[in-house]
């Protein structure tokens, strides 16, 4: 058995970020393990900018980016996360840019804010348009610097929790194939998204839910799963990510008359209303007949208002992205676009600390020794529907903030141990597939998945859509027991790897369809037909979800309520949500 | 939809087998090679292994050679890849073991970024300023783009120098230290300057082959990177290896003639001084170059080389007086870091 | 008769003069008039600029100024001349520096205007004397010889300063050249590569086991010589040759032909004339091969 006092899982800004705040105690035993190297993680294809009221472009303040962030979430944000989140927002973009962060920079020479939807004032702190790479290379840098362990390319198969107290961790080393219990005193996961279970989407083929699985498998409930983001700007198609930095910078959006329709949905903030709205704005075009190129299935993003040196000079990414995987040049033509599943507003349930809590029962008991941050978590900072540049900013507040968390705690826990005997769940799921002998395909059911979360359960919803959405997703998981894979081999076989991806796809999918079922209103990105108005009255409240126990049918949907106490104002109180 | 062929050198670990196995895959216009091997994996062959992520040319993973040339697989499109027709050979990376297929160990190629120190190293003894450091725009645009590496590993796959010499920092590791070196934040450039010079398989080992500034599929120019390093090693008094002597040694010809003097070059690159303080070593690369010599004048080359044939009188009387200029020019502005601010704005620009 | 101002480079004119005579002799036969830029300096060769590059710029300039005020296309025969040509063009498209450059010429009464687009006698043969001009004058094919191209690293990297796209047959310039003339392409890997030449001073054994591994590879897929437009690598696989093949321990055994030499062989020049018996590895099989 191998032995840290902290283990932290995943590697991208909040794991890193953590990482590196645990590692200023030089007498602990800190190391990071991730499936894909670090400098890999997806936080990595963040384009846009970090938001932070450093107030370089125009006056700002941190009460309104709390607000901007409440009121982008639909007031589903717990508004004492808000208030940390923007609070410490700014003293975290200068701890990144002492470590060397190449921040763009303005005149005056200081970082330089662009505009971004859903915010009253330019605060995305930016790197051209490759945010998220420049700041995780540079929390790579300093972990390098620190000399910081990390088990590059290993896969945790799964959380060790007894009696409420996390143990450690069961992980697969993929380039040899030996499975190793570690044991913790405490784990963070920072493990990131789960938008790969819809077929067009911006995530990485690594964002498949691993830790959200992992803790819901450990019996703890997930939050809010169901409220999944949709940005207006994938290329069509592939989905792949065109920053809205192009809109912060002036793009326009413009259906099949050429008309630029936010006109009529948001006319206030036009193309830089929050994602949510846009993409509805884009999916009833595109229904309405308004749609463009052959297919009609998207609508232009114009970037030529910008300017060309602008664009090449502030969008160098954009400009590629158009042209390598859609070749078409953002210079000369509009570029299709259309919504494309991008983060998960939903989690794990922790505390401002990065602790995990069971928050629908008393007093929200933490799970020892448990912590998460980033995407994998929900503390809830987001809400319904997050505001671009917020989730780097999450990544880093609440990743520095779960680190001291374990600072806090960590020399008072026991150490822990891991039973032969704790390994057989793992163990015996990796041995599953290594000898499963039957008719279905990973590839063929994860396509049909992802066809169908994207057609029922995606930018709108309804009852029957997604009561046959549930359907289907129950249908895969019992097909997904008959599954066969070709590699049986030790060595680097993604082929397994895919197997047990897609059990966890299957698994957050009925979580995340049950609770958009439940859910009889519409919130931020959580759209629905049949109700379509929020409704507080009766669903100002997050939703949890615990794993069915033997008999249960399905996933155990239990509330908790909006967090109103913020520690240094007022709560910002609940108010229509227009632009 | 067109079928496409795909020839790709596959290893088995188990069986310590090399092969190529081909398959033909549907392709859909805008299909990548990315697309077309998950295709293979999930339709035909699960045993078919290769790195990816993010699938926007930003995480790295993916990089391996297409056609013989290093490129990360997510970004490149079938068509652009093979004439119609012809098949689309696939491989790993280069200069590195395959671990599997398409996966090969990245250890070595990853270990030079610790090994250049290549992280911001704060000023010591100082407490950094209560917001941000202040950065000109100029400043900064001088070096963003060698910021943009992807760490993907395609310019060490294709490096000329790493394929002889396990021991060479790289194109990538080299342009990482680069953009420390250039940053005012970083408080060790003369250290790096120091370590960069005069280190085995540092700035003066790259042969100016251009393969890294081809295969990067960022804007990173490393090859670019690693000439103006030499140039501010040299700046900063870093002189006492073969590059800036032979640097010096050639400069100083063309000053006298306006043509390179290979007569003159070799004592120039071992040293002059050296030679003279009786240095041993130095005398024994005097030594290697003899057989060289007598062989230069076998072929009754080395004649030629002694009559050390010049530019034209006018000429030279222009060219000294260039040099003379130029040098005077230098005493009040950095015309260097400007020629190569030139450099990167087109080179950039034009892409 | 077309005409051209011709930039020899040194090494034509020093360790490699057999590169000198067999152009001129080739341009006789070609009608190409080339007027040789005297006056010009050396390139730098990418080492001027390792410490001084706006030095180097302005050696270009000021060469292409001449080029250009005596409207003349310029001729490079040197794979390396003709890259750092391209790279200053390319740089001084920037107004802004090319204004700075200029001023170093002015007291000679020259300016740049950046008009000048640096070619190969090896394009220039492809793209302006053509395929047909060049098929009328062979009178001894090469149809026995195996060749091997071996590029040198500035004719061909980096491709956005070659323009590649609009003069596609760049792309490939010496496997056309070779069968134009009747001969067999030998491809392999480092026909492309560096080789090693830059850093001979600097680390000899990286040096020549980049030779060597070139040479071994396309020797032991039966190539019969090499052909290089570029004297330096010719310098480091030619008059290096027994010291790499002793470094990679193998048997070496071929001749390094100019592009000038191979053309010169099939219009019927004599070997002698074209320098072929001043090279260190000896051409006599290959010569005795197409009975020339």
């Known amino acids: 058995m191998l032995q840290h006092d902290v283990l932290i899982v995943g590697s991208g800004l909040a794991g890193m970020r953590a990482a590196l705040e645990v590692s200023n105690d030089p007498t602990l035993d800190v190391a990071i393990l991730t499936k894909v190297h670090p400098l890999r993680s997806h936080s990595g294809a963040a384009q846009g900018g970090i938001a932070a009221s450093l107030g370089n472009s125009a006056e700002d303040s941190w009460d309104l980016h709390m607000f901007d962030t409440v009121k982008g979430g639909d007031y589903l944000v717990d508004q004492d996360a808000a208030e940390v989140l923007t609070r410490e927002g700014p003293e975290n973009i200068f701890e990144l840019e002492h470590m060397g962060c190449a921040f763009s920079r303005d005149d005056e020479g200081r970082v330089a804010q662009r505009r971004f939807g859903g915010h009253t004032a330019p605060r995305a702190c930016y790197a051209a348009d490759r945010t998220g790479h420049a700041v995780l290379t540079v929390l790579f840098e300093q972990l390098l610097r620190r000399g910081v362990k990390v088990y590059s390319e290993w896969y945790a198969l799964d959380l060790v929790v007894k009696d409420n107290v996390c143990q450690g961790l069961v992980a697969y080393d993929i380039l040899s194939g030996q499975i190793e219990a570690i044991s913790a005193k405490a784990v963070m996961f920072g493990t990131g998204g789960y938008g790969r279970a819809f077929r067009v989407t911006t995530n990485a083929f690594a964002s498949t839910g691993d830790g959200v699985v992992m803790a819901y498998r450990a019996g703890i409930p997930l939050e809010d799963m169901e409220f999944v983001q949709f940005h207006p700007t994938g290329l069509q198609g592939s989905g792949i990510l065109l920053s809205e930095a192009a809109r912060g910078e002036g793009a326009h959006i413009v259906n099949s008359d050429g008309f630029r329709f936010m006109e009529n949905y948001a006319p206030g903030r036009m193309e830089l209303a929050p994602r949510d709205i846009v993409a509805r704005a884009e999916q009833s075009e595109i229904e309405a007949g308004r749609g463009v190129t052959a297919l009609r299935d998207s609508v232009f993003m114009d970037l030529r208002p910008i300017g060309e040196d602008r664009i090449r000079y502030a969008l160098p990414s954009v400009l590629h992205l158009a042209r390598d995987f859609a070749g078409i040049d953002p210079l000369d033509a509009p570029v299709p676009i259309q919504p494309t599943a991008h983060y998960s507003m939903g989690g794990i349930p922790c505390d401002i600390n990065g602790q995990v809590r069971i928050k629908d029962l008393d007093g929200a008991p933490e799970v020892t020794g448990f912590f998460a941050a980033g995407e994998a978590s929900c503390v809830s900072v987001h809400g319904a529907n997050r505001l671009g540049t917020n989730s780097l900013l999450e990544a880093v507040v609440f990743g520095r903030r779960a680190g001291r968390g374990i600072l806090d705690v960590v020399h008072d826990l026991e150490p822990t141990n891991i039973a032969e005997g704790d390994m057989a769940d793992a163990v015996g799921e990796v041995d599953k597939f290594l000898r499963a002998d039957g008719p279905e395909k990973v590839g063929q059911i994860r396509a049909e998945l992802r066809d169908t979360l994207m057609d029922k359960c995606g930018v709108f919803r309804d009852d029957a859509q997604l009561r046959e959405c549930l359907g289907e997703v129950k249908e895969y998981q019992e097909r997904f027991q008959r599954v066969a894979i070709d590699d049986h081999g030790s060595t680097f076989n993604t082929d397994l790897l895919d197997a047990i991806e897609l059990g966890h796809m299957l698994e957050y999918s009925e979580v995340i369809v049950t609770g958009a079922l439940a859910r009889q209103e519409s919130r931020g990105g959580h759209a629905r037909r049949d109700f379509p108005t929020r409704d507080d009255d009766n669903w100002f409240r997050h939703t949890l979800a615990y794993r069915p126990r033997d008999g249960e049918d399905g996933p155990r949907l239990t509330y908790s309520d909006v967090n109103m106490t913020p520690q240094y104002r007022e709560p910002f109180p609940l108010q229509e949500r227009t632009y | 939809m067109a079928q496409q062929q795909f020839i790709i050198e596959r290893y088995n670990p188990d069986t310590e087998e090399s092969y190529e196995e081909s398959f033909d895959v549907d392709v859909q216009p805008g299909q990548t090679v990315l697309d077309s091997l998950n295709a293979i994996k999930w339709e035909q062959d699960g045993t078919l292994s290769f790195r990816m992520s993010c699938r926007h040319a930003i995480c790295g993973s993916c990089a391996m050679k297409v056609n013989g040339q290093s490129m990360l697989s997510c970004q490149t499109q079938v068509d652009s890849a093979a004439e119609r027709g012809d098949p689309i050979r696939v491989g790993p990376q280069g200069n590195q073991n395959v671990v599997k297929d398409l996966v090969v160990d990245v250890t070595k190629f990853l270990d030079q970024f610790d090994r250049a120190e290549t992280w911001l190293e704060p000023h010591e003894g100082q407490d950094p300023p209560e917001k941000e450091y202040r950065q000109k725009v100029e400043e900064f645009d001088h070096w963003s783009h060698a910021s943009t590496c992807i760490h993907c590993g395609a310019c060490y796959s294709d490096c000329t120098v790493a394929a002889v010499d396990e021991n060479f920092l790289g194109p990538a590791a080299l342009a990482k230290a680069y953009r420390f070196v250039m940053d005012s934040r970083d408080s060790k450039r003369e250290e790096r300057l120091q370590f960069l010079s005069e280190e085995q398989g540092g700035i003066w080992d790259c042969t100016r082959c251009y393969m890294c500034v081809q295969a990067c599929p960022k804007d990173v120019l490393p090859m670019d990177a690693i000439m103006e390093l030499r140039t501010m090693a040299i700046e900063a008094g870093f002189t006492n290896n073969h590059g800036t002597r032979h640097h010096k040694g050639f400069t100083s010809g063309v000053r006298k003639r306006g043509r390179l003097d290979e007569m003159m070059l070799p004592v120039q690159s071992v040293g002059i001084g050296r030679l003279l303080t009786g240095n041993i070593s130095a005398h024994k690369e005097m030594m290697d170059y003899t057989p060289g010599a007598i062989r230069l004048l076998k072929s009754r080359k080395l004649l030629k080389i002694a009559q050390r044939h010049g530019a034209n009188a006018a000429g030279r009387e222009q060219i000294q007086r260039i040099f003379e200029e130029v040098e005077t020019e230098k005493h009040h502005h950095n015309v260097d870091a400007e020629a190569f601010g030139a450099e990167f704005e087109t080179a950039i620009g034009g892409h | ?292």
């Open chain 3, 1 to 292: 008769m077309s005409k051209y101002a011709f930039w020899p480079g040194c090494v034509a004119q020093g360790a490699a003069p057999e590169l000198y005579t067999s152009t001129l002799a080739v341009a006789e036969k070609l009608g190409m008039d080339l007027v040789e830029l005297e006056a010009a300096a050396c390139t730098g060769a990418g080492i001027i600029s390792d410490g001084e590059p706006y030095l180097q710029d302005v050696l270009n300039a000021r060469t292409m100024a001449m080029a250009e005020q005596m409207d003349l296309p310029l001729m490079d025969i040197c794979s390396t001349c003709v890259g750092v040509h391209r790279l200053a063009a390319e740089k001084l498209r920037e107004v802004d520096y090319r204004i700075r450059i200029n001023a170093h010429l002015a007291p000679e009464g020259i300016e740049y205007r950046g008009s000048v687009d640096p070619r190969h006698l090896l394009w220039i043969l492809l793209e302006d004397v053509g395929i047909d001009k060049i098929n009328s004058l062979i009178t001894r094919p090469l149809e026995e010889l195996n060749l091997g191209p071996f590029y040198g690293c500035y004719i061909v990297r980096p491709e956005r300063t070659l323009d590649f796209d609009a003069n596609p047959t760049r792309r490939n310039s010496l496997e056309q050249l070779i069968e134009i003339l009747g001969a067999t392409t030998v491809t392999y890997d480092g026909m492309t590569k560096c080789c090693g030449f830059p850093i001979l001073t600097m680390n000899k054994q990286n040096s020549l086991t980049m030779a060597g591994t070139h040479l071994e590879e396309a020797q032991s897929l039966g190539a019969d010589a090499l052909v290089t437009p570029c004297p330096l690598c010719h310098l480091n696989l030619d008059a290096q040759q027994p010291d790499a093949a002793k470094v990679i321990d193998r048997n070496l055994n071929l001749p390094i032909l100019h592009v000038p030499q191979l053309l010169g062989l099939a219009m019927g020049i004599e070997p002698e004339k074209l320098g072929l018996t001043r090279h260190v590895v000896d051409t006599n099989r290959l010569l005795n091969k197409i009975g020339a």
